[in-house]
């Protein structure tokens, strides 16, 4: 997170990625020439905390291929919980967005109601671990079937 530009490109050059996700506190600009470095799509989260917040999103408008909207918290991510989605029914980007942030499957079944057609997909994120770091397989599995579900 908040990584040079360099680093990320030289993260990129020694992984092999062909998507980066920015995290911090980057700007449109950053998007724009970590793209050009790279040539990978970006990936820009926005932390929530305020329906303005997911208007910011416009702000990446040819810089990101995505946004990642997560719950705002005092450091970066991590929190566990949610941000109050219906924000997300006044999105008029036409950047394609992932939801992150207290996420199980209580919320993947409302998410899937939802009618916000440039939903990507979401981050199963700690609520499917066993321990920080460590998914938990049969969580994961349940997640994926109920998101594959008609």
């Keep these: 997170m908040n990584a ?34 790279t040539g990978c799509r970006v990936l820009k989260a926005v932390s929530v905390a305020c329906p303005d917040d997911v ?33 997300l029914d006044g999105y008029a980007a036409d950047i394609p967005f992932f939801i992150s942030g207290g996420l199980d499957i209580d919320a993947l079944r409302l998410i899937k109601r939802a009618a916000w057609p440039q939903l990507a997909g979401v981050d199963l994120n700690s609520r499917f671990e066993l321990s920080p770091g460590l998914k938990d397989i049969e969580r994961l599995k349940d997640a994926f079937d109920l998101l594959r579900e008609q």
């Design 4 to 37: 040079s530009l360099e680093e990320i490109a030289a993260r990129q050059r020694t992984f092999g990625f062909d998507c980066v996700q920015l995290h911090g506190g980057e700007s449109a600009e950053d998007c724009r020439r970590v793209r050009e470095l």
């Design 55 to 87: 208007a910011r999103a416009e702000d990446f408008a040819g810089a990101a291929d995505y946004i990642l909207f997560d719950t705002h918290t005092a450091g970066y991510g991590g929190s566990g919980k949610s941000f109050d989605w219906r924000w």
